[in-house]
């Protein structure tokens, strides 16, 4: 168990719907990470906060967005979704930014567009 | 051509045989990651470089900054190891994170 948690674990929901995705990081932890992974794109990095802050951003659509809240928790929201949007939503936390400290992963959660 | 290119692709290996997995990039990094990621989709944080080598149990880690590459090593491997291992680069500042395709690792009796 990592200590990262995520909800729901699954979701299924029709195209042009929105749906928000939640993470939960470890305790002490400061920066959360999004992560999307497709069948045919393998794991993509989308965006990640810190201290409450955008910190960096990856391959994140104008559909989608985040935020990261006072008590460290963190929601990607997900609209208009459309087929290619399903995939598995990792989140990751560590306790500060930068690419020199370990991240941990949470269980995901299985995004299904019908 | 990706920034961050792993090989092999697939690999199946039996029992007990040494493993390696190769990853190298194409960008100056900060940072270095290997995840592993469990058939029901879990992913683990197995190591993180910056130089060197690493060593964690049968797992084993090494990247040489000047080549631009790094690899996995499995000592005496055996079937729970299989599992798709991701290598990660960190580039610059910003946290940019770059990933690798994959190699899909499977460990038969």
């Known amino acids: 168990d990592s200590g990262v948690t995520q909800t729901p674990k699954h979701l299924i929901t029709a195209t042009g719907q929105r749906v928000t995705l939640r993470c939960s990081p470890r305790?002490?932890?400061?920066?959360v990470y999004w992560y999307q992974q497709s069948l045919d794109q393998g794991l993509q990095f989308l965006i990640q906060y810190y201290n409450g802050e955008e910190r960096a951003k990856g391959n994140i659509l104008e559909r989608f967005s985040a935020q990261q809240f006072p008590d460290l928790h963190s929601e990607l929201n997900l609209s208009s979704l459309e087929l290619g949007d399903s995939a598995l939503y990792f989140c990751a936390s560590s306790v500060a930014p930068g690419g020199q400290y370990e991240q941990y992963f949470g269980p995901g959660t299985r995004l299904t567009v019908t | 051509k990706n920034e961050v290119e792993q090989s092999p692709q697939n690999l199946t290996a039996q029992e007990g045989e040494f493993i390696t997995i190769n990853c190298s990039y194409s960008v100056g990094i900060s940072a270095l990651h290997w995840l592993q990621q469990h058939p029901g989709g879990g992913i683990v944080s197995l190591f993180m470089l910056s130089s060197g080598k690493k060593k964690h149990g049968r797992l084993i880690a090494t990247i040489n900054i000047q080549e631009k590459h790094s690899s996995l090593h499995i000592t005496a491997s055996h079937p729970r190891d299989s599992a798709v291992y991701i290598c990660v680069v960190n580039t610059g500042t910003a946290s940019k994170l770059t990933f690798g395709t994959g190699t899909r690792l499977q460990v038969t009796l």
């Open positions: 305790s002490g932890d400061l920066s």
